[in-house]
């Protein structure tokens, strides 16, 4: 009855490698692989790039905090800007604008007039 059994297995696995093996061989070699290697070598090679991000928090379905931005960078300048905003069932909106070129980050709360100024120093 062992040999029955262990000749079945064997035979069982056996078929399950071949069958893999054939299915890995098969996607390597299919237009939806090459694409996707493509796609990701031009994604390496990129300029600029926008970024959105929701996130929004709940308890027991009821929203405690979203936010939302718009992050744009350009990566040949050494530029980037971000809109941010959140939401929060507590404490109401805010918002704030952030701006980078070079060694310089500005920051301005959306409510004011004012901005303000980062420099980089020394190394990162």
Known sequence: MKKKWMAMGTGIGVGAV???ASGFTAAAGSSGYDVY???LKNNLAVSSITGHLHVT??????EMLKVQSNVK????RHAASAAIQADSSAGGTKAVNVYRQEDKTVVKPA?????RVMEATGRK
């Open 73 to 76: 960078a350009d990566f040949i």
């Open 18 to 20: 071949m069958l893999l």
């Open 37 to 39: 290697k493509t796609a």
């Open 111 to 115: 409510d004011s007039d004012v901005y």
């Open 57 to 62: 928090i709940t308890d027991n379905d009821a």
